[in-house]
Nanobody, 119 residues
């Protein structure tokens, strides 16, 4: 089970950190991903991290602004979002899978957390 939190309403240029807490004893075995979906748009890949935390992946739209990290001792993955833009407004979802993926084919999904960036 995945539980995302940390969303909110911020202004452009602000920062926000999302968290995703996972249940279970094999958290470090799973790659974790963050996705987002804006109204009327398809779900979009935001970032992913390997089980060990060594490998990460970002699309160009967030590279240099967003940082994914994880604390396997706390069964939690984070998404630090800096220099937020209005186009980052979306519902953000965390996901888990045995493999680090950049597509939607993750096995497990959490509920979303809303991020709204005002201009």
């Amino acid at each position: 089970q995945l539980q995302a939190s940390g969303g909110g309403l911020v202004q452009a240029g602000d920062s926000l950190r999302l968290s995703c807490a996972a249940s279970g004893r094999t958290f470090s075995s799973y790659a974790m991903g963050w996705f987002r979906q804006a109204p009327g748009k398809e779900r979009e890949f935001v970032s992913a991290i390997s089980g060990s935390g060594i490998r990460t992946n970002y699309p160009d739209s967030v590279k240099g602004r967003f940082t994914i990290s994880r604390d396997n001792a706390k069964n939690t993955v984070y998404l630090q979002m800096n220099s937020l833009k209005p186009e980052d407004t979306a519902v953000y979802y965390c996901a888990a899978d045995q493999f680090l993926r950049t597509n939607n084919d993750y096995d497990y999904w959490g509920q979303g957390t809303q991020v709204t960036v005002s201009s």
